[in-house]
Nanobody, 131 residues
Framework: QEQLVESGGGLVEPGGSLRLSCTDS????????MGWFRQAPGKGREVVAG????????DYADSVKRRFTISKVGATNRVFLQLNNVNPEDTAVYYC????????????????????????WGQGIQVTVSS
């Protein structure tokens, strides 16, 4: 069972920036495709961004495009989410997720954006945007 650990959350003012980190505490040798999801109070969990196992391909929810950036340290299972120009609607618990890529994805281009595709999840970390 993989253990994903998120860090970097907290309180940030509207228009500000924050950087979330997630790492696989088991240091598995497998390279996972990874993603960030969030869940606001009273709402379902939604995708924020996904990245392929190689880090070479990414995808974003429309609501965060051009504001958030997902990145990965090569083929390692350490992933970041840079949040810029945040607004109160970004307030949520943010979750890191990981999954083995499809066996045909030798080049590392496949990105999962459906939460049902992910088996491994972190505990979540709170991000609050408020003045």
């Amino acid at each position: 069972q993989e253990q994903l650990v998120e860090s970097g959350g907290g309180l940030v003012e509207p228009g500000g920036s924050l950087r979330l980190s997630c790492t696989d505490s088991n240091h598995t040798v497998l390279s996972y495709a990874m993603g960030w999801f969030r869940q606001a109070p009273g709402k379902g969990r939604e995708v924020v961004a996904g990245i392929s196992w190689s880090g070479g391909s990414t995808d974003y929810a429309d609501s965060v495009k051009r504001r958030f950036t997902i990145s990965k340290v090569g083929a390692t299972n350490r992933v970041f989410l840079q949040l810029n120009n945040v607004n109160p609607e970004d307030t949520a618990v943010y979750y890191c997720a990981a999954e083995t890529p499809p066996p045909t994805d030798g080049r590392g281009s496949h990105v999962y954006t459906d939460l049902r595709a992910y088996r491994f999840w972190g505990q979540g970390i709170q991000v609050t945007v408020s003045s």
